[in-house]
């Protein structure tokens, strides 16, 4: 099976039994009680068959989890100091992931089903399934301190996908927590989502806020969002197990060059056409047009690049509301205070949406501000 795996391009493949994951059970429960799952209702309402895998399909003996790594070439992070370009995640560069692992995962379990004589059935990251617990019992690594699964050989660089199957048959042994005392994937999280090693709050990371967030993202955690605009791999990127990634360089999947480092402007100027075009076969796509332009806007007013203030100024007649509102916290970040407060008196008064409205608002509230402390800093 093992070889069968490598030849589709999977990195590992491991095997582990349905059983006592009591330990992330209760981290799971925890997590929800804390409201740590931010807008992620469908967690709460799946905890229950989450929990063990026989909820899920009664019949499983036994579970195949099987990793591919996606490691990136160069460094992921060198992007965040281009002012005038986006960052979008590494998995996200390629093709989705989901489309490709299950086709290949598709293909494995029938080959196991036709040579066994077994039921089968297969799960990539759509199904209330715990991959990186069952990962971590499987031996393909273990949970970091940033809650993601790390591999002594890969890193933190693995999609994971698992076939279940109705063979008996005997498990690998797991893989002990190699962390360590190392917190370099806490320390360096911009907006402080871990409350403690092991424990994430959705609420302020920046994937969950760039990805599955449908509305408007608090203001103080704009500007430490920097020029992230799908997700954030900073987490991921700082890990001191990459540096083994590169030994599966034949299995990665190859990043898009125009995803690599894309131009704000031309990005804030998608319509709903262009961006499905653009993101044809991409995760970015599942989120839609107007969240991602969102997440444009405020990369664009982190920017302080005067050369965007008219891809943002373009946006204040956008159809989507989320859109002109972020379009508007840009310009309060690019414009004069003077130049801000004459286009908010010509637009504010027109403008029909509240939260809109209340970005306007804030902004001269904000040149009100800055007036204050330029004035103190004269009279010194």
């Known amino acids: 099976m093992t070889r069968e795996a490598r030849d589709l391009g ?12 009591s330990l992330q059970a209760e981290r799971l429960q925890t997590y929800l009680a804390l409201g740590r799952h931010a807008g992620m209702d469908w967690m709460a309402s799946t905890a229950a068959r989450r929990q063990d895998p026989k909820t899920l399909w009664p019949d499983v003996r036994s579970i195949f989890v099987l990793g591919m790594n996606y490691g990136p070439d160069g460094d992921p992070l060198h992007t965040l100091s281009l002012r005038d370009r986006g960052t979008i995640s590494v998995y996200a560069r390629n093709r989705d992931y989901h489309d490709v692992m299950k086709g290949k995962l598709k293909q494995l379990a029938g080959k196991l089903a036709a040579r066994a004589a077994c039921d089968v059935k297969v799960f990539v990251d759509t199904a209330p399934v715990m991959e990186k617990p069952l990962a971590e019992k499987a031996g393909l690594g273990w949970q970091g301190k940033h809650t993601n699964l790390v591999a002594r050989d890969y890193g933190s660089w693995l999609f ?3 076939i279940f199957t109705t063979l008996d048959l005997e498990p690998d042994a797991p893989e002990p927590d190699r962390c360590g005392t190392c917190r370099k994937c806490l320390d360096i999280c911009p907006t402080d989502a871990f409350p403690a ?4 709050d959705a609420n302020r990371c920046i994937s969950y806020l760039t ?3 449908k509305g408007t993202i608090a203001p103080d955690l704009r500007p430490r969002i920097g020029n992230r605009i799908y997700g954030c791999d900073d987490c991921l990127a700082v890990c001191p197990w990459n540096k083994f990634a590169s030994r599966a360089a034949e299995a990665k999947l190859q990043a898009r060059e125009d995803l690599q480092a894309p ?4 990005l804030a100027g998608l319509n709903d056409g262009a961006f499905r075009a653009l993101f044809s076969g991409s995760p970015v796509k599942r989120i839609g047009r107007d969240r991602f332009v969102r997440n444009v ?5 982190n920017s302080a690049e005067p050369r965007l203030v008219d891809a943002a100024m373009a946006r204040l007649d956008d159809a989507a509301p989320q859109v002109r509102a972020m379009a508007v916290w840009a310009l309060a970040r690019l414009l004069d205070t003077a130049a801000f407060r004459d286009l908010a008196a010509r637009r504010r008064p027109d403008e029909p949406d509240a939260e809109v409205r209340a970005e306007w608002t804030s902004g001269l509230d904000q ?3 800055s007036d204050h402390t330029d004035l103190s800093a004269q009279t010194g």
Request: glycine letters at 12%; hydrophobic letters at 45%; proline letters at 6%.
């Open 10 to 21: 999977f990195d590992l493949c491991r095997v582990t039994i349905p059983g006592d994951v």
């Open 367 to 369: 040149s009100v501000i």
């Open 160 to 162: 994971l996908g698992s």
């Open 297 to 301: 806007l405020i990369a664009i007013g």
């Open 211 to 213: 990805i599955e967030h």
């Open 263 to 266: 131009d704000l402007a031309g």
């Open 197 to 200: 090693p092991y424990q994430l």
